[in-house]
């Protein structure tokens, strides 16, 4: 059973900063794509930012130059700076990742952490 596990969420000001950061359970499985999506109160869950296994990124148009994801492949590891924080970036935070299992990739999702930016 492989789990992801986040932490770094939690409450900040507009204009502040955290970092998230997620950790497969297990580190002899190989990982591919890694993201960070979000979901607000009433709101579809929507994608963040996501970084392949070569290190390519991608982001979503609204966090485009305050945000930035990255990835420890030794430690089975993705963060998600977050600087500038908006009010409107309140929502829960799902860490996402797919893994190479006896030659089949599976698809898992952490179990959310909660960003709230007050004005």
């Known amino acids: 059973q492989v789990q992801l596990v986040e932490s770094g969420g939690g409450l900040v000001q507009a204009g502040g900063s955290l970092r998230l950061s997620c950790a497969a359970s297990r580190i002899d499985f190989r990982l591919g794509a890694m993201g960070w999506y979000r979901q607000a109160p009433g709101k579809q869950r929507d994608l963040v930012a996501i970084i392949t296994g070569n290190s390519n990124t991608n982001y979503q148009d609204s966090v485009k130059g305050r945000f930035t994801i990255s990835r420890d492949n030794a430690k089975n590891m993705v963060h998600l700076q977050m600087n500038s924080l908006k009010p409107e970036d309140t929502a829960v935070y799902y860490c996402?990742?797919?893994?190479?299992?006896?030659?089949?990739?599976?698809?898992?999702w952490g179990q959310g952490t909660q960003v709230t930016v007050s004005s």
């Open positions: 996402h990742a797919n893994l190479l299992i006896a030659d089949t990739w599976y698809s898992y």
